[in-house]
Each structure stands twice: as C-alpha cells, then as structure tokens.
T-cell receptor, first 113, second 114 residues
Framework: ETGVTQSPTHLIKTRGQQVTLRCSSQ?????VSWYQQALGQGPQFIFQ???????GRGNFPPRFSGLQFPNYSSELNVNALELDDSALYLC????????????FGPGTRLTVL | DQQVKQNSPSLSVQEGRISILNCDYT??????FLWYKKYPAEGPTFLIS?????DKNEDGRFTVFLNKSAKHLSLHIVPSQPGDSAVYFC?????????????FGAGTRLAVHP
C-alpha cells in the first residue's frame, strides 16, 4: 500500500508566475483535498475533487484551480502568483465521506519572491 | 473568522506526565472533531476523533473529551513520551454546500522532555 506523495518538495517562483503542484493519492482512494498551510497557521481547505469533479471549494479565488485524473492523481494550479501564496501546500486523499481515513502527503513548500 | 481556535501555541511536558491540549470552537453545526499530529517535513497524521453525540473517546494513551455546552474539546496524552513531541492540530468537520470539509485550528507544538 503506497502512501500519498507530492512533487516537487520545494519550489521558488516570482510574483505573477504560474505554478503546478502534483499529488499521487493513496491506493484505492477516490477523493482528494488540497490545503494551504501558511506559516504558524493550520491547514486551510482549498478544494476537494471526487471522481474528477470539484466537489467543494473553500474561500480561495478562481486563480486556484485543480484537476483529478482517472487514476486519482491530482494537480493544483495557481495563476498570477502573489507573495501571500507562499505556504506549504498539502494534499490529502480519502474515500468519500471519511475524514478519519484521510491521509496527507508531506506537502510542497512554495516560496513566491 | 476563526471557527476553531487553539489558544496555546506551545506546551512543554515532562516524560511520563499528562499532556493536555485544548481546542475551542464557535460553530454549533460542527458534528465531528478530529485531532492530527504533524512531525516536521511530514504531512499531518490522523490521531483520534469524536462525534458530537459523545463526550469521550479513548484510544490507548490518547483520550479526547468534548464539552458541547462550552464548545470545548481537549486531547489528553497519558503517559507522555518523547516521541509525542510534534505539532497537534484540532479540526472540525462541517457539512456545507453539499460536501464535508475540515476546518483546522492553528496548532499547538508539544515538547515532551526527559
């Protein structure tokens, strides 16, 4: 049983650029959620995908978008990067409706200069 | 609007003693609460949960207590071990807009020293 993996581990971008972060879900999980964790804060829910469709969205602007693929891997895309987008981005996979069975990846640390 | 609050950024406890981590919430619609543990360079790991219809749930050294009238929950670790040193997040599940989402507190860093 493989865990949740994310790539890249670290990333440095400049303001205005675009970034794509990737996540490979736990085997058998059909739901993926993305979170942003700013320094000193808890993870904040960005959105969730179930069966390749966005299933829910937190308080994030449309320049945050995502994809889920048939193999349940996922991408988070952020356009027009801002300095405040600097954070740890976590993805978590689960079976739908099972937060206690939600497994997090190690995260991607994004720095926007 | 911070709906889940962990007011203690850090806690230091001696090995073998009890660790008590606290969490307060404001939304009475929350119906499920979870605790996660996070080590550096790793993602959060689920630790224990409690439904809003219960007031206590126990799993080995970990016990979570829920006081709905006070909108307060706490995580007790007995006895504390050095390997418990990590950041602990309290999270609440909210069903809104047709889906469930988790709302996290800011975390409490626990240090267990020998």
């Amino acid at each position: 049983e493989t865990g949740v993996t994310q790539s890249p581990t670290h990333l440095i971008k400049t303001r205005g650029q675009q970034v794509t972060l990737r996540c490979s879900s736990q085997s058998g999980h059909n739901t993926v959620s993305w979170y942003q964790q700013a320094l000193g804060q808890g993870p904040q829910f960005i959105f969730q995908y179930y069966r390749e469709e966005e299933n829910g969205r937190g308080n994030f602007p449309p320049r945050f978008s995502g994809l889920q693929f048939p193999n349940y891997s996922s991408e988070l895309n952020v356009n027009a990067l801002e300095l405040d987008d600097s954070a740890l981005y976590l993805c978590a996979s689960s079976l739908v409706g099972r937060f206690d069975g939600q497994f997090f990846g190690p995260g991607t640390r994004l720095t926007v200069l | 609007d911070q709906q889940v609050k962990q007011n203690s950024p850090s806690l230091s406890v001696q090995e073998g003693r009890i660790s008590i981590l606290n969490c307060d919430y404001t939304n009475s619609m929350f119906d499920y609460f979870l605790w996660y543990k996070k080590y550096p360079a790793e993602g959060p790991t689920f630790l224990i949960s409690i439904s809003s219809i219960k007031d206590k749930n126990e799993d080995g050294r970990f016990t979570v207590f829920l006081n709905k009238s006070a909108k307060h929950l706490s995580l007790h670790i007995v006895p504390s071990q050095p390997g418990d040193s990590a950041v602990y997040f309290c999270a609440a599940e909210l069903f809104s807009g047709g889906y469930n989402k988790l709302i996290f507190g800011a975390g409490t860093r626990l240090a267990v020293h020998p």
